[in-house]
């Protein structure tokens, strides 16, 4: 006996995890203070949402990885520095970038950094970032995707996952 449904199924398929794997600095703030610069091995994860096409696919995992290596290649082995972080100045020329705020100044190689504008660097503010970055690939090369969630573990026991709704 054939049983059939007419249920709508909302497919979730993931790419990352362990093996993608990437190293950077940052220095969160902490009470508006910076905390030391460190660094991180953080490893990413991507979930989407959708309903699957005829062959079964909510999203082609090869297109999945392809957009979350892109989204990654900028910041693989820099320091990630927020641009948008109240009371701090991030000014930049040709060479150096110029860090002031959050009781500290530091200059940097401006080829050494990635900057990125969030508010901070918080693992959760990086999840969030790369959920944007990956949102607006996705809503073009995946048009099935309804729903994605970035997750970034910064050690076997801290990790942020941020979720976003296209459509
Ligand atoms: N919700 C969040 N909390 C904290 C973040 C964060 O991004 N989101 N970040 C930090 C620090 O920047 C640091 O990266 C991690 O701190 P912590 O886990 O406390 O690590 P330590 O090695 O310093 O602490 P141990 O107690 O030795 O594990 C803090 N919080």
Redesign the pocket.
């Given at each position: 006996m054939t049983v059939s449904t007419a249920a709508r199924h909302l497919a979730r398929a993931r790419v990352g995890g362990p093996g993608w794997d990437f190293n950077a600095a940052?220095t969160?703030l902490?009470d508006g203070t910076f905390?030391p610069l460190?660094g991180?091995t953080y490893q990413v994860a991507l979930t989407v949402w959708g309903e699957p096409d005829d062959a079964g696919m909510v999203a082609d995992f090869g297109i999945l990885k392809s957009a979350l290596r892109a989204t990654l290649a900028p910041l693989k082995r820099r320091t990630l520095l927020a641009t948008s972080t109240p009371g701090v100045l991030v000014a930049e020329d040709d060479e150096l970038v110029h860090v002031t705020g959050g009781g500290a100044f530091f200059t940097l190689p401006r080829r050494w950094v990635a900057l990125l504008p969030i508010a901070s660097t918080?693992?959760?503010?990086l999840a969030g970032y790369l959920a944007d970055q990956l949102a607006v690939q996705l809503a073009v090369s995946c048009p099935r995707v309804e729903r994605l969630e970035t997750t970034i573990t910064?050690?076997a026991?801290?990790a942020?996952t941020v979720e976003v709704v296209l459509r």
């Open positions: 940052h969160g902490h905390e460190h991180h918080s693992t959760e503010a910064e050690s026991e801290c942020a």
